[in-house]
């Protein structure tokens, strides 16, 4: 598929996305404000929503990657978290945000939070840029959540298919004739 020429349905345009990103930057930043903020992006998927978010923080912030799996290359969540790759930095004392993709089950979410509440942060939030709650298994709603969006499957802005469309700069609904 190209890229340059597919047209998709667009379900959060790049300036919608910038535009919500400010948004969450002030919000995150004014009630942080005077707090020993870390944030921990989970891997692979948050990447480029975790990088342009903090740039939108203007309270020190120091970064953390955490990397879990749970889907492969499927679009259903096996339902098993695991942890690939963990924080190396000692959470005690700072005010932990979680920062994902997406949260539709929330078992990755859930599992995350349990997992570094065990070491001992003063807090810990959480913040995704789509929200499916109609997908829930667990009951977890995000502290901070860019966009609440329809049980569809989606990509681009980190969200990949089979490892692509990471590089899109717009969330798009890919339809079973994409796939």
């Known amino acids: 598929m190209d890229i340059e020429t597919k047209k998709w349905e667009v ?3 790049k300036e919608q996305i910038d535009e919500r990103l400010k948004e969450l930057g002030s919000q995150i930043s004014e009630d942080y404000k005077g ?3 870390l944030v921990v992006s989970l891997l692979k998927g948050s990447f480029i929503f975790c990088a342009d978010l903090v740039r939108q923080i203007n309270v020190p912030v120091r970064i953390e990657f955490m990397t879990t799996a749970s889907y492969g290359h499927g679009e259903e969540s096996s339902g098993t978290v695991n942890v ?5 930095a000692d959470l005690e004392g700072y005010d932990v945000l979680v920062v994902d993709d997406i949260t539709d089950s929330a078992l990755t979410m859930d599992f995350v939070m349990k997992h ?3 070491k ?3 807090s810990i939030k959480s913040c995704v840029l789509l929200d499916k709650p109609s997908r829930r298994k667990v009951d977890l ?5 860019g966009f609440t969006i329809e049980d569809k499957f989606v990509v681009g802005y980190g969200l990949n298919f089979g490892d692509y469309y990471r590089n899109v700069p717009y969330v798009f609904n890919v339809t079973n004739e994409d796939r």
């Not at 690939?84 to 190396?88: G, L």
């Not at 709603?141 to 959540?145: F, S």
């Open 11 to 13: 379900l959060c345009s």
């Open 35 to 37: 707090k020993n903020l």
């Open 84 to 88: 690939v790759s963990d924080v190396k």
């Open 116 to 118: 570094l509440s065990s």
């Open 120 to 122: 001992n942060p003063a």
């Open 141 to 145: 709603v995000p502290d901070y959540c």
